[in-house]
């Protein structure tokens, strides 16, 4: 009964953030600053969500992206958008992200934010050094 009850209530607040659109939630803000790095966050993600997919795709073992509760998603795409576009310590970014899955998700999703993005990091920096390594090589 409680396990139903905690699905149920995830469940609305799954069809709760795709009833509430960004934007909307951007004009409750009445700091301005919260309101531009919103707005940029969202056209970030928006020009860049292909590629923050494959990112996200690429770090996810045996799952798919289409296949999270909404606000995961959501999560992971303002996370992964922050660090490779905006320029956002990833350290900083994977903590906001988990700290809104702590309020938002449940402790599977919290876990599984923090590993995706544990992984998208990774990668990163695999890439990097790749790329450094690729460089000096003459």
């Known amino acids: 009964m409680i396990e139903d009850a905690l699905s149920l209530t995830q469940t609305a607040i799954n069809r709760l953030g795709a009833a509430l659109e960004l934007p909307e939630v951007v004009q409750l803000s009445s700091q301005p600053e919260v309101r531009q790095y919103a707005a940029e966050i ?3 993600v928006q020009q860049h969500q292909s590629d923050i997919q494959q990112s996200l795709s690429e770090a996810m ?3 798919q992206l289409e296949r999270l509760p909404r606000l995961d998603r959501d999560i992971l795409y303002i996370a992964v958008a922050e660090v ?3 320029g956002l310590n990833e350290r900083i970014a ?4 988990v700290e809104l899955a702590k309020r938002y998700s449940d402790d599977e999703g919290r876990r599984f934010i923090n590993g995706v993005l544990r992984r998208v990091s990774d990668r990163r920096r695999g890439a990097a050094r790749q790329g450094v390594h690729q460089t000096e090589s003459p």
């Open 94 to 97: 994977i903590n906001e992200a």
């Open 84 to 86: 490779a576009f905006l």
């Open 61 to 63: 073992v045996s799952w």
């Open 42 to 44: 969202i056209r970030t």
